[in-house]
């Protein structure tokens, strides 16, 4: 099965499973998603991290200019409040 991420504003909105046979590549996998009526900016990720980093989760950041998702750094409460 192949990973599909929803890109808005950088950063990922919903993560959707596509058959291999629709999507034996990212570009074919898009033309797919587009079909099906699904809009947006449609990124392949893997659970082996073997494509962009790491596999993508609702909430993470996509770097255009590395191509990868990035984990949001965590916020911590300031301590001296």
């Given at each position: 099965?192949?990973?599909f991420a929803?890109?808005?504003n950088g950063k990922v909105a919903d993560v959707i499973v596509v058959s291999n046979d629709n999507a034996p590549d990212e570009a074919t996998g898009q033309a797919f998603i587009?079909?099906?009526g699904l809009?947006?900016?449609w990124k392949q990720?893997?659970?082996n991290a073997n494509l962009r980093g790491k596999y993508a989760g609702i909430g993470d950041f996509y770097d255009a200019d590395l191509?990868?998702?990035v984990t949001p750094e965590s916020?911590?409460?300031n301590e001296t409040e």
């Open positions: 099965m192949a990973h929803l890109i808005k587009a079909s099906i809009s947006g900016d990720t893997s659970y191509d990868e998702f916020e911590t409460p």
